[in-house]
């Protein structure tokens, strides 16, 4: 299960209120966007749902107990910039999490352990549509298939909650397109919940379950220090789309 209960959040950074009184409730393998003006607070929540961030007030549960505190493997998360390491391989990039978890002392898996972790490996690089390019370094591959390969490096580790930070913005249209079919396919064969800020609506309306638009409801300038954004709008797709269930039309 991956539910999300955001209740009463609030941040504010000294004398400045980013966002005040959010509240929603996210059902398990939902694929939330959201939308709304750039400086609105969306990536600041975002940052709370991974633990890099934590709200002044209010409470985030992840399926009914408390968030960790601090960023984990049930939380992955891809950024618009490409969060791959230049020094390793695809194959290497992918296998890094697993490792690192798997041995904090030194990094490195052996035997049994790391044959197993390269096949599952080798097979998410499969499954995100980067068959061959197991030997490239990030520096040989194109911006689409960098920003396959930090999606498969996230997944790997099988989060329940894919946290997407406008991933998709940089790339060019036609690229985008594809990596828009992935995601879909993705989200319907993995047992997550997505929660991704954009500021395209168009890909919004594409992708997800529900539309969530963040605003400020003061924003002259002498009020942007003391009135933070909230959620003004909650939209839900119609028809419903639910992973695992894919439209016929």
């Not at 194959?91 to 352990?113: C, H, M, P, Q, Y």
């Not at 991704?196 to 992708?207: G, I, K």
Request: with cysteine; charged share 25%.
């Amino acid at each position: 299960m991956s539910a999300i209960s955001v209740d009463n959040v609030w941040k504010e950074y000294g004398d400045q209120i980013v966002l005040e009184n959010v509240s929603i409730e996210v059902e398990s393998r939902s694929f939330i966007a959201l939308v709304g003006p750039s400086g609105c607070g969306k990536s600041t929540f975002l940052r709370m749902l991974l633990g890099q961030e934590r709200p002044t007030r209010g409470t985030i549960l992840l399926d009914g107990q408390p968030l960790p505190s601090e960023p984990g493997r049930d939380r992955g998360v891809v950024f618009q910039k490409y969060s791959v390491f230049p020094h390793l391989t695809a194959l290497g990039n992918v296998l890094v999490g697993k490792e690192l978890t798997g041995s904090r002392i030194t990094g490195k898996l052996f035997g049994a352990a790391r044959k197993a972790a390269v096949e599952e490996a080798r097979a998410m690089i499969v499954d995100v549509g980067l068959s061959g390019a197991e030997q490239k370094y990030p520096a040989q591959l194109s911006g689409g298939m960098q920003q396959r390969l930090a999606l498969a490096q996230a997944l790997l580790m099988r989060p329940k909650v894919l946290l997407l930070d406008e991933p998709f913005g940089a790339l060019d249209p036609g690229i985008r397109t594809e990596i828009h079919q992935l995601m879909k396919r993705l989200w319907h064969e993995t047992p997550m919940t997505v929660v991704m800020v954009t500021h395209d609506m168009r890909e919004a309306f594409t992708l997800a379950t529900r539309v969530i638009a963040f605003e400020r409801r003061r924003d002259r300038p002498e009020e942007k220090l003391r009135y933070g954004a909230t959620i003004t709008s909650d939209i839900p797709i119609w028809p419903p789309r639910r992973a695992g269930v894919v439209a016929t039309s």
